[in-house]
C-alpha cells in the first residue's frame, strides 16, 4: 500500500512539475527590468499567466519570477514573436518624461478622442510606436511632433501626441542616457504616496458593481487602506484586519514593490486602479489582499441599490398585495416587506417550509437572477418565516392575472446570483384576491 501511495504522490508531482516548465508562449518586455538584467524589447518564455494575481510567470537564466501582465506583450508561439518584437524596434529602450502637467492620453489618435489618462509633469512614459493620427492645431497650424502608443508605469496604455513629451533612452540597468531633466523631484515615491492617498476597496466591490448585483451584506464601505493626507495616518480595514499606523514613508524593494516603513505591509503596484497589499499580522503569515479604486460613493451606490429593492418589492405589492390560491393558501403582502401566507399546509408537506415556521415574517429581494433566467421570471423572493431559520427562495413572475412562485430549493447560488432552475421544482399561481 505505501508503495501504491508512493507512486501516486511521484506521479502528481510529475505532473506539477512537468505543467510549471511547459512554456506556453514568448512575450516581449515592455518595461525595463533593470534588477533582472531585462529591457524592453527582450523576448520572453511565459509558463503561467494569473488573471487571479494579474500576473505572468516568465523565465530567465536567474530563474522563473512574476511580471504584472501589462508589461509583457500577449505571448504568441516561437515563430511569431520576432514580427512582434519588430513592431516595438522603433522605440526600443526609449521613454519619455512629462513637460505638461494634465497632458490628456487618449484612445485613439486624435485630438478629440475619449481621455484615458491624464499624465503628470515629470512622469516617465514608456514610447512603444508610432501611430497615424490627426496633429492637434494651434494659432490655425498643426503642432511639430507625432502620434505615439504609450505606456505609463502602471501599465495604462493610450495615444498621445509628442510635443510636450521629452525622450531618452535607458541602458542595460534602466539608467536614463541622455534626455532633458526638467527638474530634480525630491521624492522619488511622490507617485507611490499620491496612490495612497486614493481609498482602496476590495476587488469583489468593483465586480459587484460592474456586474450591477450589490450584495449589501458584503459591500462595506469601512473596508478599505487609505492614507489621510492631514494626519498621516494609514488605515487598514478588512473583514479581520483593523490597524492604523504613522505613515513614515516607504522603500522601494523591486519593480512597482513597496515596503512601508515601520508598517508590516508590502505593497505592490499593478495598475493605476489596482494594487496588491501583502500584510502580516500576529500570526506571522503574510496574507495578500487584491484592492481596487472605485468610480463613484460607495455609500451612494448602496443607497441607490436600497432604493432599487424598494421599487422593485413595492411593484409586486401594489399588484396585489393579497394573492390566492386553491391549493397553496393564501399569501399578503404589507407595505414594509412583511407577509403573511396561511393554509399553506401543501407546501409544508413538500418540505419546502418547515412545520415549524409560522405564517408569517418578512421578504427580502437580495438575489440576482442570469440574464438567460431573466427572460422567464422578474427576480427572486426571499422569504423569512417566524420559527424557521433556514430562508426560503422562491423565482417569481408577475402574470396577467395573478403570481407564479416557483420553488428554488437546491439551486445553485453564487456571488448572490442564481445560476439554474431547480431540478423538478414546485410551481404556484396565485391569483390576485381581496
Known amino acids: 500500500?505505501?508503495?501504491?501511495?508512493?507512486?501516486?504522490?511521484?506521479?502528481?508531482?510529475?505532473?506539477?512539475?512537468?505543467?510549471?516548465?511547459?512554456?506556453?508562449?514568448?512575450?516581449?518586455?515592455?518595461?525595463?527590468?533593470?534588477?533582472?538584467?531585462?529591457?524592453?524589447?527582450?523576448?520572453?518564455?511565459?509558463?503561467?499567466?494569473?488573471?487571479?494575481?494579474?500576473?505572468?510567470?516568465?523565465?530567465?537564466?536567474?530563474?522563473?519570477?512574476?511580471?504584472?501582465?501589462?508589461?509583457?506583450?500577449?505571448?504568441?508561439?516561437?515563430?511569431?514573436?520576432?514580427?512582434?518584437?519588430?513592431?516595438?524596434?522603433?522605440?526600443?529602450?526609449?521613454?519619455?518624461?512629462?513637460?505638461?502637467?494634465?497632458?490628456?492620453?487618449?484612445?485613439?489618435?486624435?485630438?478629440?478622442?475619449?481621455?484615458?489618462?491624464?499624465?503628470?509633469?515629470?512622469?516617465?512614459?514608456?514610447?512603444?510606436?508610432?501611430?497615424?493620427?490627426?496633429?492637434?492645431?494651434?494659432?490655425?497650424?498643426?503642432?511639430?511632433?507625432?502620434?505615439?502608443?504609450?505606456?505609463?508605469?502602471?501599465?495604462?496604455?493610450?495615444?498621445?501626441?509628442?510635443?510636450?513629451?521629452?525622450?531618452?533612452?535607458?541602458?542595460?540597468?534602466?539608467?536614463?542616457?541622455?534626455?532633458?531633466?526638467?527638474?530634480?523631484?525630491?521624492?522619488?515615491?511622490a507617485d507611490f504616496d499620491a496612490k495612497l492617498l486614493l481609498t482602496w476597496y476590495p476587488e469583489s466591490y468593483k465586480d459587484m458593481i460592474d456586474s450591477n448585483r450589490i450584495d449589501l451584506q458584503k459591500l462595506v464601505p469601512s473596508y478599505c487602506f487609505h492614507l489621510d493626507e492631514e494626519s498621516k495616518k494609514l488605515s487598514f480595514k478588512m473583514p479581520k484586519v483593523d490597524k492604523s499606523w504613522e505613515y513614515k514613508g516607504a522603500d522601494s524593494t523591486g519593480y512597482n514593490t513597496y515596503q512601508l516603513k515601520d508598517i508590516p505591509i508590502i505593497v505592490t503596484v499593478r495598475k493605476g486602479n489596482y494594487i496588491v497589499v501583502r500584510y502580516t499580522g500576529e500570526s506571522g503569515k503574510p496574507e495578500d489582499f487584491n484592492l481596487v479604486t472605485i468610480d463613484g460613493d460607495i455609500n451612494e451606490i448602496l443607497t441607490a441599490e436600497i432604493a432599487r429593492r424598494e421599487t422593485e418589492y413595492e411593484q409586486l405589492y401594489m399588484y396585489g398585495p393579497k394573492f390566492n390560491s386553491k391549493s397553496y393558501g393564501s399569501l399578503s403582502l404589507g407595505e414594509n416587506q412583511e407577509f403573511t401566507w396561511t393554509n399553506n399546509r401543501l407546501v409544508v408537506s413538500s418540505g419546502i417550509i418547515s412545520a415549524n415556521a409560522k405564517g408569517r415574517g418578512k421578504i427580502e429581494n437580495k438575489y440576482f437572477l442570469t440574464k438567460a433566467l431573466r427572460t422567464s421570471y422578474d427576480g427572486v423572493l426571499t422569504f423569512k418565516f417566524d420559527g424557521m431559520n433556514k430562508e426560503v427562495n422562491f423565482l417569481y413572475k408577475i402574470e396577467e392575472n395573478g403570481l407564479r412562485l416557483e420553488d428554488a430549493t437546491g439551486t445553485t447560488i453564487k456571488n448572490s446570483t442564481i445560476y439554474e432552475r431547480a431540478i423538478s421544482p414546485l410551481v404556484m399561481f396565485f391569483s390576485i384576491g381581496e
Open 1 to 189: 500500500m505505501r508503495k501504491i501511495i508512493f507512486s501516486v504522490l511521484l506521479a502528481f508531482s510529475l505532473v506539477l512539475i512537468s505543467s510549471c516548465s511547459k512554456i506556453m508562449g514568448y512575450s516581449v518586455l515592455l518595461w525595463n527590468i533593470p534588477e533582472k538584467g531585462l529591457q524592453d524589447g527582450d523576448v520572453v518564455p511565459v509558463y503561467i499567466r494569473s488573471n487571479i494575481s494579474h500576473v505572468y510567470v516568465i523565465g530567465t537564466s536567474e530563474g522563473k519570477f512574476e511580471v504584472p501582465l501589462w508589461q509583457l506583450t500577449e505571448p504568441v508561439s516561437k515563430s511569431k514573436v520576432n514580427k512582434l518584437k519588430n513592431r516595438y524596434a522603433d522605440y526600443s529602450h526609449k521613454y519619455a518624461t512629462v513637460a505638461l502637467d494634465g497632458l490628456p492620453m487618449r484612445a485613439e489618435a486624435v485630438n478629440t478622442a475619449k481621455q484615458v489618462y491624464r499624465l503628470r509633469k515629470n512622469e516617465t512614459v514608456k514610447l512603444l510606436y508610432k501611430v497615424k493620427g490627426q496633429a492637434p492645431m494651434t494659432g490655425g497650424k498643426p503642432l511639430e511632433g507625432e502620434w505615439l502608443k504609450i505606456l505609463t508605469s502602471d501599465g495604462t496604455s493610450g495615444c498621445c501626441f509628442s510635443y510636450n513629451l521629452r525622450p531618452f533612452e535607458t541602458d542595460a540597468t534602466g539608467r536614463r542616457i541622455g534626455g532633458e531633466i526638467q527638474e530634480e523631484i525630491e521624492n522619488p515615491n
